[in-house]
């Protein structure tokens, strides 16, 4: 857009004029440029950061092993994070009742529904337990602790027993049944 | 009767304002940008519905897939003062060119053995050399390289900043849950019984 210059033409004779010049500057192609660097930096800048979940782990207390924390069987609800991205639930003591297998999705429901039932049973808050198994994808413990926000039953912290020894005998029987279990 | 002229009007039009505003805004965009450095191990993370985000200092990321683990302490500062408390505890010194070096890089894997060497590369050489290795040596030992890592540094943020420093992990998705429990198992061997996992959004439903 170039500027039309509007100042009379040469002058009539007489005395010689010196030109006014205009002072405006064509700003065109600088906007054009402020324009895409912006574009560029808006783009490169993370809007959107990551977030971050939040896990507390109990203490490891190496010296008194003993020291552990006793629970009311029919309060607990173990779930059990096998492979194929299932998993395996039950209620109270191992090996006296059957584990659930189910998907991701169906835990959901299964979770508050256990939560209703312990609350209306001993007007307690339900524990639960996340036990991963071999098989079990860093995905799947995510979820399974997404889970557990969702449906708020982490009023007392959940309690994540991760040590491969503390699978039992009769959960990996379970898993090994159902088939969700690596070797 | 002569025919009403229409005046000719000038089509420019009056751009600095337009130009102020571009150039405020581009100025923003420039000084909050922190170039995103490529990471050298490619995670996809897991998705959750939190809405904690992860916060911008006084932080170590711990990038874990593929069975390796790569570190990454945030802040220059806290990245110098770590840098020389390793090397201090290996009885090794680094040039202050090679501080230098390592106050840019972001994420790092390799031994510490192999820390001098890779420093001394270019970005292209450091991806090359680090394929080499099995990231940061994880035996949950005191002795072991990761614990020494993430020790200094929470020593050195405590020191230069004094407050905690928070430990996150960044996963792939797909990673087994067992590569994920030698690191907790070595922060918690420092009673490091807090940490935070490094999820993308997703809407909950």
């Known amino acids: 857009m170039a500027e039309l210059d509007t100042s009379s033409g040469g002058g009539k004779g007489g005395k010689v004029r010196s030109k006014k010049q205009s002072t405006r500057v064509d700003l065109t192609a600088m906007v054009d440029l402020a324009f895409l660097l912006i574009t560029f930096f808006m783009l490169t800048t993370s809007l959107s950061k990551p977030l971050a979940m939040d896990i507390a782990k109990p203490d490891k207390d190496e010296k008194n092993k003993e020291n552990k924390f006793e629970l009311k069987a029919s309060q607990t609800m173990t779930i059990l994070l096998g492979d194929k991205n299932k998993v395996a639930w039950y209620m109270g003591v191992a090996g006296e009742s059957q584990p659930n297998v189910e998907n991701y999705t169906e835990l959901r429901k299964s979770l508050l529904d256990n939560k209703k039932k312990v609350k209306e049973a001993m007007g307690k808050d339900i524990i639960v337990i996340i036990k991963p198994a071999p098989g079990s994808s860093y995905k799947n413990f995510v979820d399974a602790m997404d889970l557990l926000n969702i449906t708020k039953t982490n009023i007392s912290a959940p309690a994540i027993d991760d040590d491969p020894a503390h699978l039992m005998d009769n959960e990996k029987q379970a898993l090994v049944a159902a088939g969700i279990y690596k070797q | ?205």
Not at chain 2, 166 to 192: F, H
């Open chain 2, 1 to 205: 009767m002569p025919r009403a002229k229409v005046a000719r009007k000038s089509t420019a039009v009056d751009m600095t304002a337009m130009c102020d505003v571009a150039f405020l805004l581009l100025t923003f965009f420039i000084l909050t940008a922190t170039s995103r450095q490529p990471d050298p191990l490619d995670v996809k993370i897991p998705s959750s519905t939190v809405q904690f985000k992860v916060p911008d200092k006084d932080l170590a990321i711990l990038t874990v897939g593929k069975g390796k683990v790569f570190m990454e302490i945030i802040g220059a500062d806290v990245k110098q003062t770590t840098l020389q408390r390793m090397a201090n505890l290996y009885s090794t010194s680094f040039t202050p060119e090679e501080i230098k070096r390592f106050k840019v890089i972001s994420s790092f894997g390799v031994p510490f053995g192999n820390l001098k060497q890779y420093i001394n590369l270019n970005a292209e050489g450091r991806t090359k050399f680090e394929k080499q290795f099995n990231g940061i040596p994880t035996d949950s030992t005191i002795n072991g390289e990761l614990f020494r890592w993430i020790k200094e540094a929470r020593e050195a943020t405590a020191e230069l900043h004094g407050v905690d420093m928070r430990i996150s992990i960044k996963g792939d998705a797909e990673e087994e849950y067992a590569t994920v429990r030698k690191i907790v198992d070595v922060l918690q061997k420092q009673k490091v019984n807090k940490f935070s996992l490094i999820t993308s959004a997703e809407a909950a439903n």
